[in-house]
C-alpha cells in the first residue's frame, strides 16, 4: 500500500501554498531583486554660529590597539606573513586585522590587543589611561610612536616578541583626542594640520572637550577620535555625534 506524505500548508497572499511551492516563489523574488548599493558616508556641513562654525561629526572611540612595521610583523607572526583583514574600518584602506598581541608592562601584561592596518614605519602601541594603571605605567599623551616621550614597552606574538624602545624609535603612549579630515574640507573650514579645536558633547553628561587635534590627509572621511577613557566619561559611544567648534579667523 502506498503511503501518501501530505506537505504542510502556508498561506500567502490569501493562497494556500505548500513549503515547495513557498520556496520555489522566495527563489524566484531573490534572483529579480536588485543588488543593494553601498552607503557612501556624506561629508558634514559647517554651519555658521555668531562668530564661529560649528560641525557635527561623527565620532569614533577608539580600544587598545597596535600598530606595526612590516619587519615586526614578521618577528611576532612568522617569516613572510601579512596582516589580515577583521574588519574594515571607518577611513578607507584602513582596517583591524585578524592578528593579536600580548602587550607587556612593567607589572602586568594585556592580552590579545588588536592590530590595526597597514603597517606603518615604525610600530606603536596606543592605550588608555586606564589601560596604563592596569599594567603599571606612566604613559605621555601624544600623536604617535615618534614622540620622544613614548615610553618602551614589549609585544609578544605566537612567534617571536619584541620590545619597541620609546623616546621617538615606537613605543606606548596614550593618544591625543583628534580629528580626520581631508584637505578640502580643511580649506572650506579655514583649518590647517595642527590646529587646535572644540568639541561639544550634548546628551546626559554634556560637556566641552578642548584640544582637539586637526589631522589632515587627502581622502580622509571626518571623523573624531576619542579613547575608551573620554568615551566613558562623557557618556558616549562609537558612531555617536559631537560639535565641532571652528573660530572665525
Not at 569614533?60 to 577583521?86: A, M, N, Q, W
Not at 594640520?193 to 566641552?208: A, E, K, M, S, V
Not at 566613558?232 to 571652528?246: E, F, M
Request: aromatic content about 4%.
Amino acid at each position: 500500500m502506498e503511503t501518501v506524505i501530505n506537505q504542510p500548508t502556508m498561506k500567502l497572499n490569501g493562497a494556500s501554498l505548500t513549503v515547495e511551492r513557498i520556496s520555489q516563489e522566495v527563489l524566484r523574488r531573490l534572483a529579480t531583486m536588485q543588488p543593494l548599493e553601498t552607503a557612501v558616508p556624506q561629508e558634514p556641513t559647517a554651519v555658521a554660529v555668531n562668530d564661529h562654525l560649528e560641525l557635527e561629526v561623527p565620532i569614533g572611540i577608539s580600544v587598545r590597539h597596535v600598530h606595526l612595521c612590516p619587519e615586526h610583523v614578521e618577528i611576532l607572526f612568522g617569516k613572510g606573513h601579512d596582516l589580515t583583514v577583521y574588519n574594515e574600518l571607518y577611513q578607507k584602506g584602513y582596517y583591524a586585522a585578524r592578528e593579536q598581541v600580548m602587550v607587556v608592562g612593567r607589572k602586568r601584561a594585556i592580552e590579545k590587543v588588536r592590530v590595526l592596518g597597514p603597517t606603518r614605519p615604525y610600530s606603536q602601541v596606543e592605550l588608555s589611561q586606564t589601560d596604563a594603571l592596569i599594567i603599571g605605567m606612566k604613559l605621555p599623551v601624544a600623536t604617535d610612536g615618534a614622540d620622544p616621550a613614548c615610553q618602551p614597552i614589549t609585544l609578544v606574538g605566537p612567534e617571536g616578541a619584541v620590545t619597541l624602545p620609546g623616546g621617538g624609535g615606537g613605543g606606548a603612549f596614550i593618544a591625543r583626542r583628534h580629528i580626520h579630515i581631508s584637505d578640502k574640507t580643511a580649506v572650506s573650514l579655514g583649518v590647517a594640520h595642527g590646529d587646535l579645536l572644540d568639541l561639544r558633547i550634548d546628551g546626559p553628561r554634556p560637556t566641552t572637550l578642548h584640544g582637539i587635534l586637526v589631522r589632515v590627509k587627502a581622502g580622509w572621511l571626518t571623523e573624531v577620535h576619542l579613547d575608551t577613557d573620554e568615551g566613558n566619561a562623557v557618556g558616549i559611544r562609537n558612531g555617536q555625534t559631537g560639535t565641532l567648534i571652528i573660530q572665525k579667523r
